[in-house]
């Protein structure tokens, strides 16, 4: 397969016909039309339903799409990294993570790079544990930022000075409102938006788990949830309580939802990942070195 080939079955992909990707790409359209029936041919796979006015994939064809996703964005990042290699450092810096308000940590330390190294670019990606490391183990990021509990056994990790606290969100005229914190048993019967990753159970300690002393599963756990911003419009809307990090939610005067934190005190620290052995373009390192100044 050739990286033009699948630029090519991406750009399809996504305007949905071949005129309109052969317009965009500037070939003709019999040009194209080959290309994607050559690459059909190399895989042995049917990637295109082919109706009258739109193509659609099919189950290949979306399989193609997200490997033919990861093997440009990690060319394109290469060709960065190599191009970046001069007397002045620049280049891109990819980080994923998930929502914390300890990120004003790294956006400090961007800032900080902005100003010295104004051609190095960052590039965020929000995320939670397990699509940030997948993308780490695939080389499409240089760091994670992952808020514990998380396995860190394939990782080096720098972790962040502050912690986040958990608590509860909830709409201002829940019963629960009237608490200056929450409780286990306050909890009980109530319906439940829980953190997948928090709820994740593995081979490393859970204290998120450990607070609820085994009784986790007798919970009401009503939806779970990867980013908070959807959990909070469920709130809203009475789905029932979200159990998440504090600061991230709006729960100003103005708005509709209140927090009140766990009884006893829960917190979550966020630690910086990579790969072990990981070799780092002259921007990331210079990044990581900022880092491990500030921390």
């Known amino acids: 397969m ?3 080939v699948l630029k090519y079955f991406l750009t399809v992909a996504r305007e949905g016909s071949i005129t309109g990707a052969a317009n965009y790409l500037h070939l ?24 009258k006015y739109k ?26 990294e190599f191009q970046s290699i001069n007397d002045i450092i620049s280049g891109d810096i990819y980080i994923g993570g998930g929502e914390s308000d300890s990120i004003k940590y790294i956006a400090e330390i ?39 509990p998380v396995d860190l056994l394939k990782y080096d990790h720098i ?18 409102a009237k608490n200056k914190y929450i409780e286990l048993k306050d909890l009980k019967g109530v319906p439940l938006l829980n953190s997948k990753q ?12 450990e607070w609820f002393k085994g009784e986790f599963d007798k919970m009401n756990t009503v939806a779970t949830f990867n980013l908070v911003y959807n959990a909070a ?17 709006d729960v100003s005067s103005e708005s509709e939802l209140c927090f009140r934190p766990l009884y006893p005190k829960l917190e979550s620290g966020l630690d910086v990942v990579w790969k072990k052995y990981q070799v780092f373009s002259p921007a990331a390192k210079l990044f990581l070195e900022k880092l491990q100044e500030k921390v």
């Open 2 to 4: 050739e990286i033009r």
């Open 28 to 51: 003709t359209q019999p040009t194209l039309s080959r290309q994607l029936q050559e690459l059909e041919k190399e895989l042995k796979q049917q990637l295109f339903i082919r109706g």
């Open 55 to 80: 193509i659609t994939l099919t189950p290949e064809g979306m399989i193609l799409r997200k490997r033919a996703q990861e093997i440009v964005d990690m060319v394109e990042k290469t060709e960065a």
């Open 110 to 148: 961007i800032k900080e790079i902005q100003t010295d190294y104004p051609d190095i670019k960052f590039h965020i990606q929000s995320g939670n544990a397990e699509d940030i490391t997948e993308k780490l183990d695939k080389g499409l990021l240089d760091f994670g930022i992952l808020i514990q």
């Open 159 to 176: 972790s962040l000075p502050e912690k986040d606290v958990w608590g509860v969100v909830m709409r201002k005229d829940s019963p629960l």
């Open 198 to 209: 928090a709820t994740r159970k593995t081979s490393s300690k859970n204290e998120f788990l």
């Open 233 to 249: 419009v469920m709130v809203k809307n009475g789905v029932g309580c979200a159990i998440t990090l504090d600061k991230l939610v």
